[in-house]
């Protein structure tokens, strides 16, 4: 019987974890070359390749991970190094502000002040393709903070495997769209992102195909939801 791609890249991370999580850490921290390659199962996601993923980024890592929209770059919010490297990765300007994923609505008074008007709204498109821009309280660190507005961006994904790997975290990441400077369109694929950013990443978690569509982003901080970007989500 063929094996499916999915299955001959889990075999292949099965054997990588046959030796335990320290072997993984070890290689990881030895080389820092390659990337590692993480196929998780996209609806009983692998405990351990959790805990390994959870671990790598825990450290400093960057990863590429899928969502319900694109494949998209995480690192932890308070890693300064991790989030400067992803915006030179990405050759984003000074100006631009990273956005949060969440996996639910009970991190939201710690980073959003929220009334009950926008957190009616949010319950009800969350989670789902959607960014929506909230006043920023003080926890927020500075670098995903609009200078001026004093806005910051929360998304609430859509997607079983990322939804745990934040559960895993027990917190928070900073994202920012897997599209390259010279690319028209997002990256899709594990292999090709992994083929053409193992230098320069930690981890690539395969979980199944992705889209090219971004979110839609709705700015919630002027009274009324104001449509800044159409993308994947339908709002009405």
Not at 47 to 54: E, G, N
Not at 72 to 95: F, H, I, N, S, W
Not at 162 to 168: F, R
Request: glycine share 6%.
């Amino acid at each position: 019987m063929a094996l499916s791609r999915y299955h001959l890249r889990a075999a292949s991370t099965a054997f990588a974890l046959f030796w335990g999580d320290s072997s993984v850490t070890l290689n990881y921290c030895q080389t820092k070359i390659l990337s590692q390659l993480f196929s998780i199962h996209p609806t009983h996601p692998q405990a351990r390749l959790l805990a390994s993923a959870a671990d790598i980024i825990r450290g400093g890592g960057i990863a590429a991970v899928p969502t319900d929209t694109t494949y998209a770059l995480v690192c932890q919010p308070g890693d300064k190094t991790a989030a400067d490297k992803l915006r030179r990765l990405r050759r984003l300007p000074a100006q631009h502000y990273f956005a949060l994923l969440c996996a639910d609505l009970s991190v939201l008074g710690q980073y959003a002040k929220v009334d009950n008007t926008s957190f009616r709204l949010l319950k009800h498109y969350t989670p789902g393709p959607f960014t929506f821009v909230l006043p920023a309280t003080r926890d927020v660190p500075r670098r995903l903070v609009h200078a001026k507005r004093k806005t910051v961006g929360l998304r609430v994904p859509d997607h079983l495997v990322l939804h745990a790997l934040l559960q895993q975290l027990a917190g928070p990441l900073i994202t920012s769209t897997l599209r390259m400077p010279d690319d028209d369109l997002p990256m899709t694929d594990a292999l090709e992102i992994r083929d053409r950013l193992q230098r320069q990443i930690d981890l690539v978690i395969d979980a199944g195909s992705v889209g090219v569509e971004p979110t839609t982003v709705i700015d919630l901080t002027t009274g009324m939801p104001e449509l800044v970007r159409q993308g994947l989500g339908e709002f009405e």
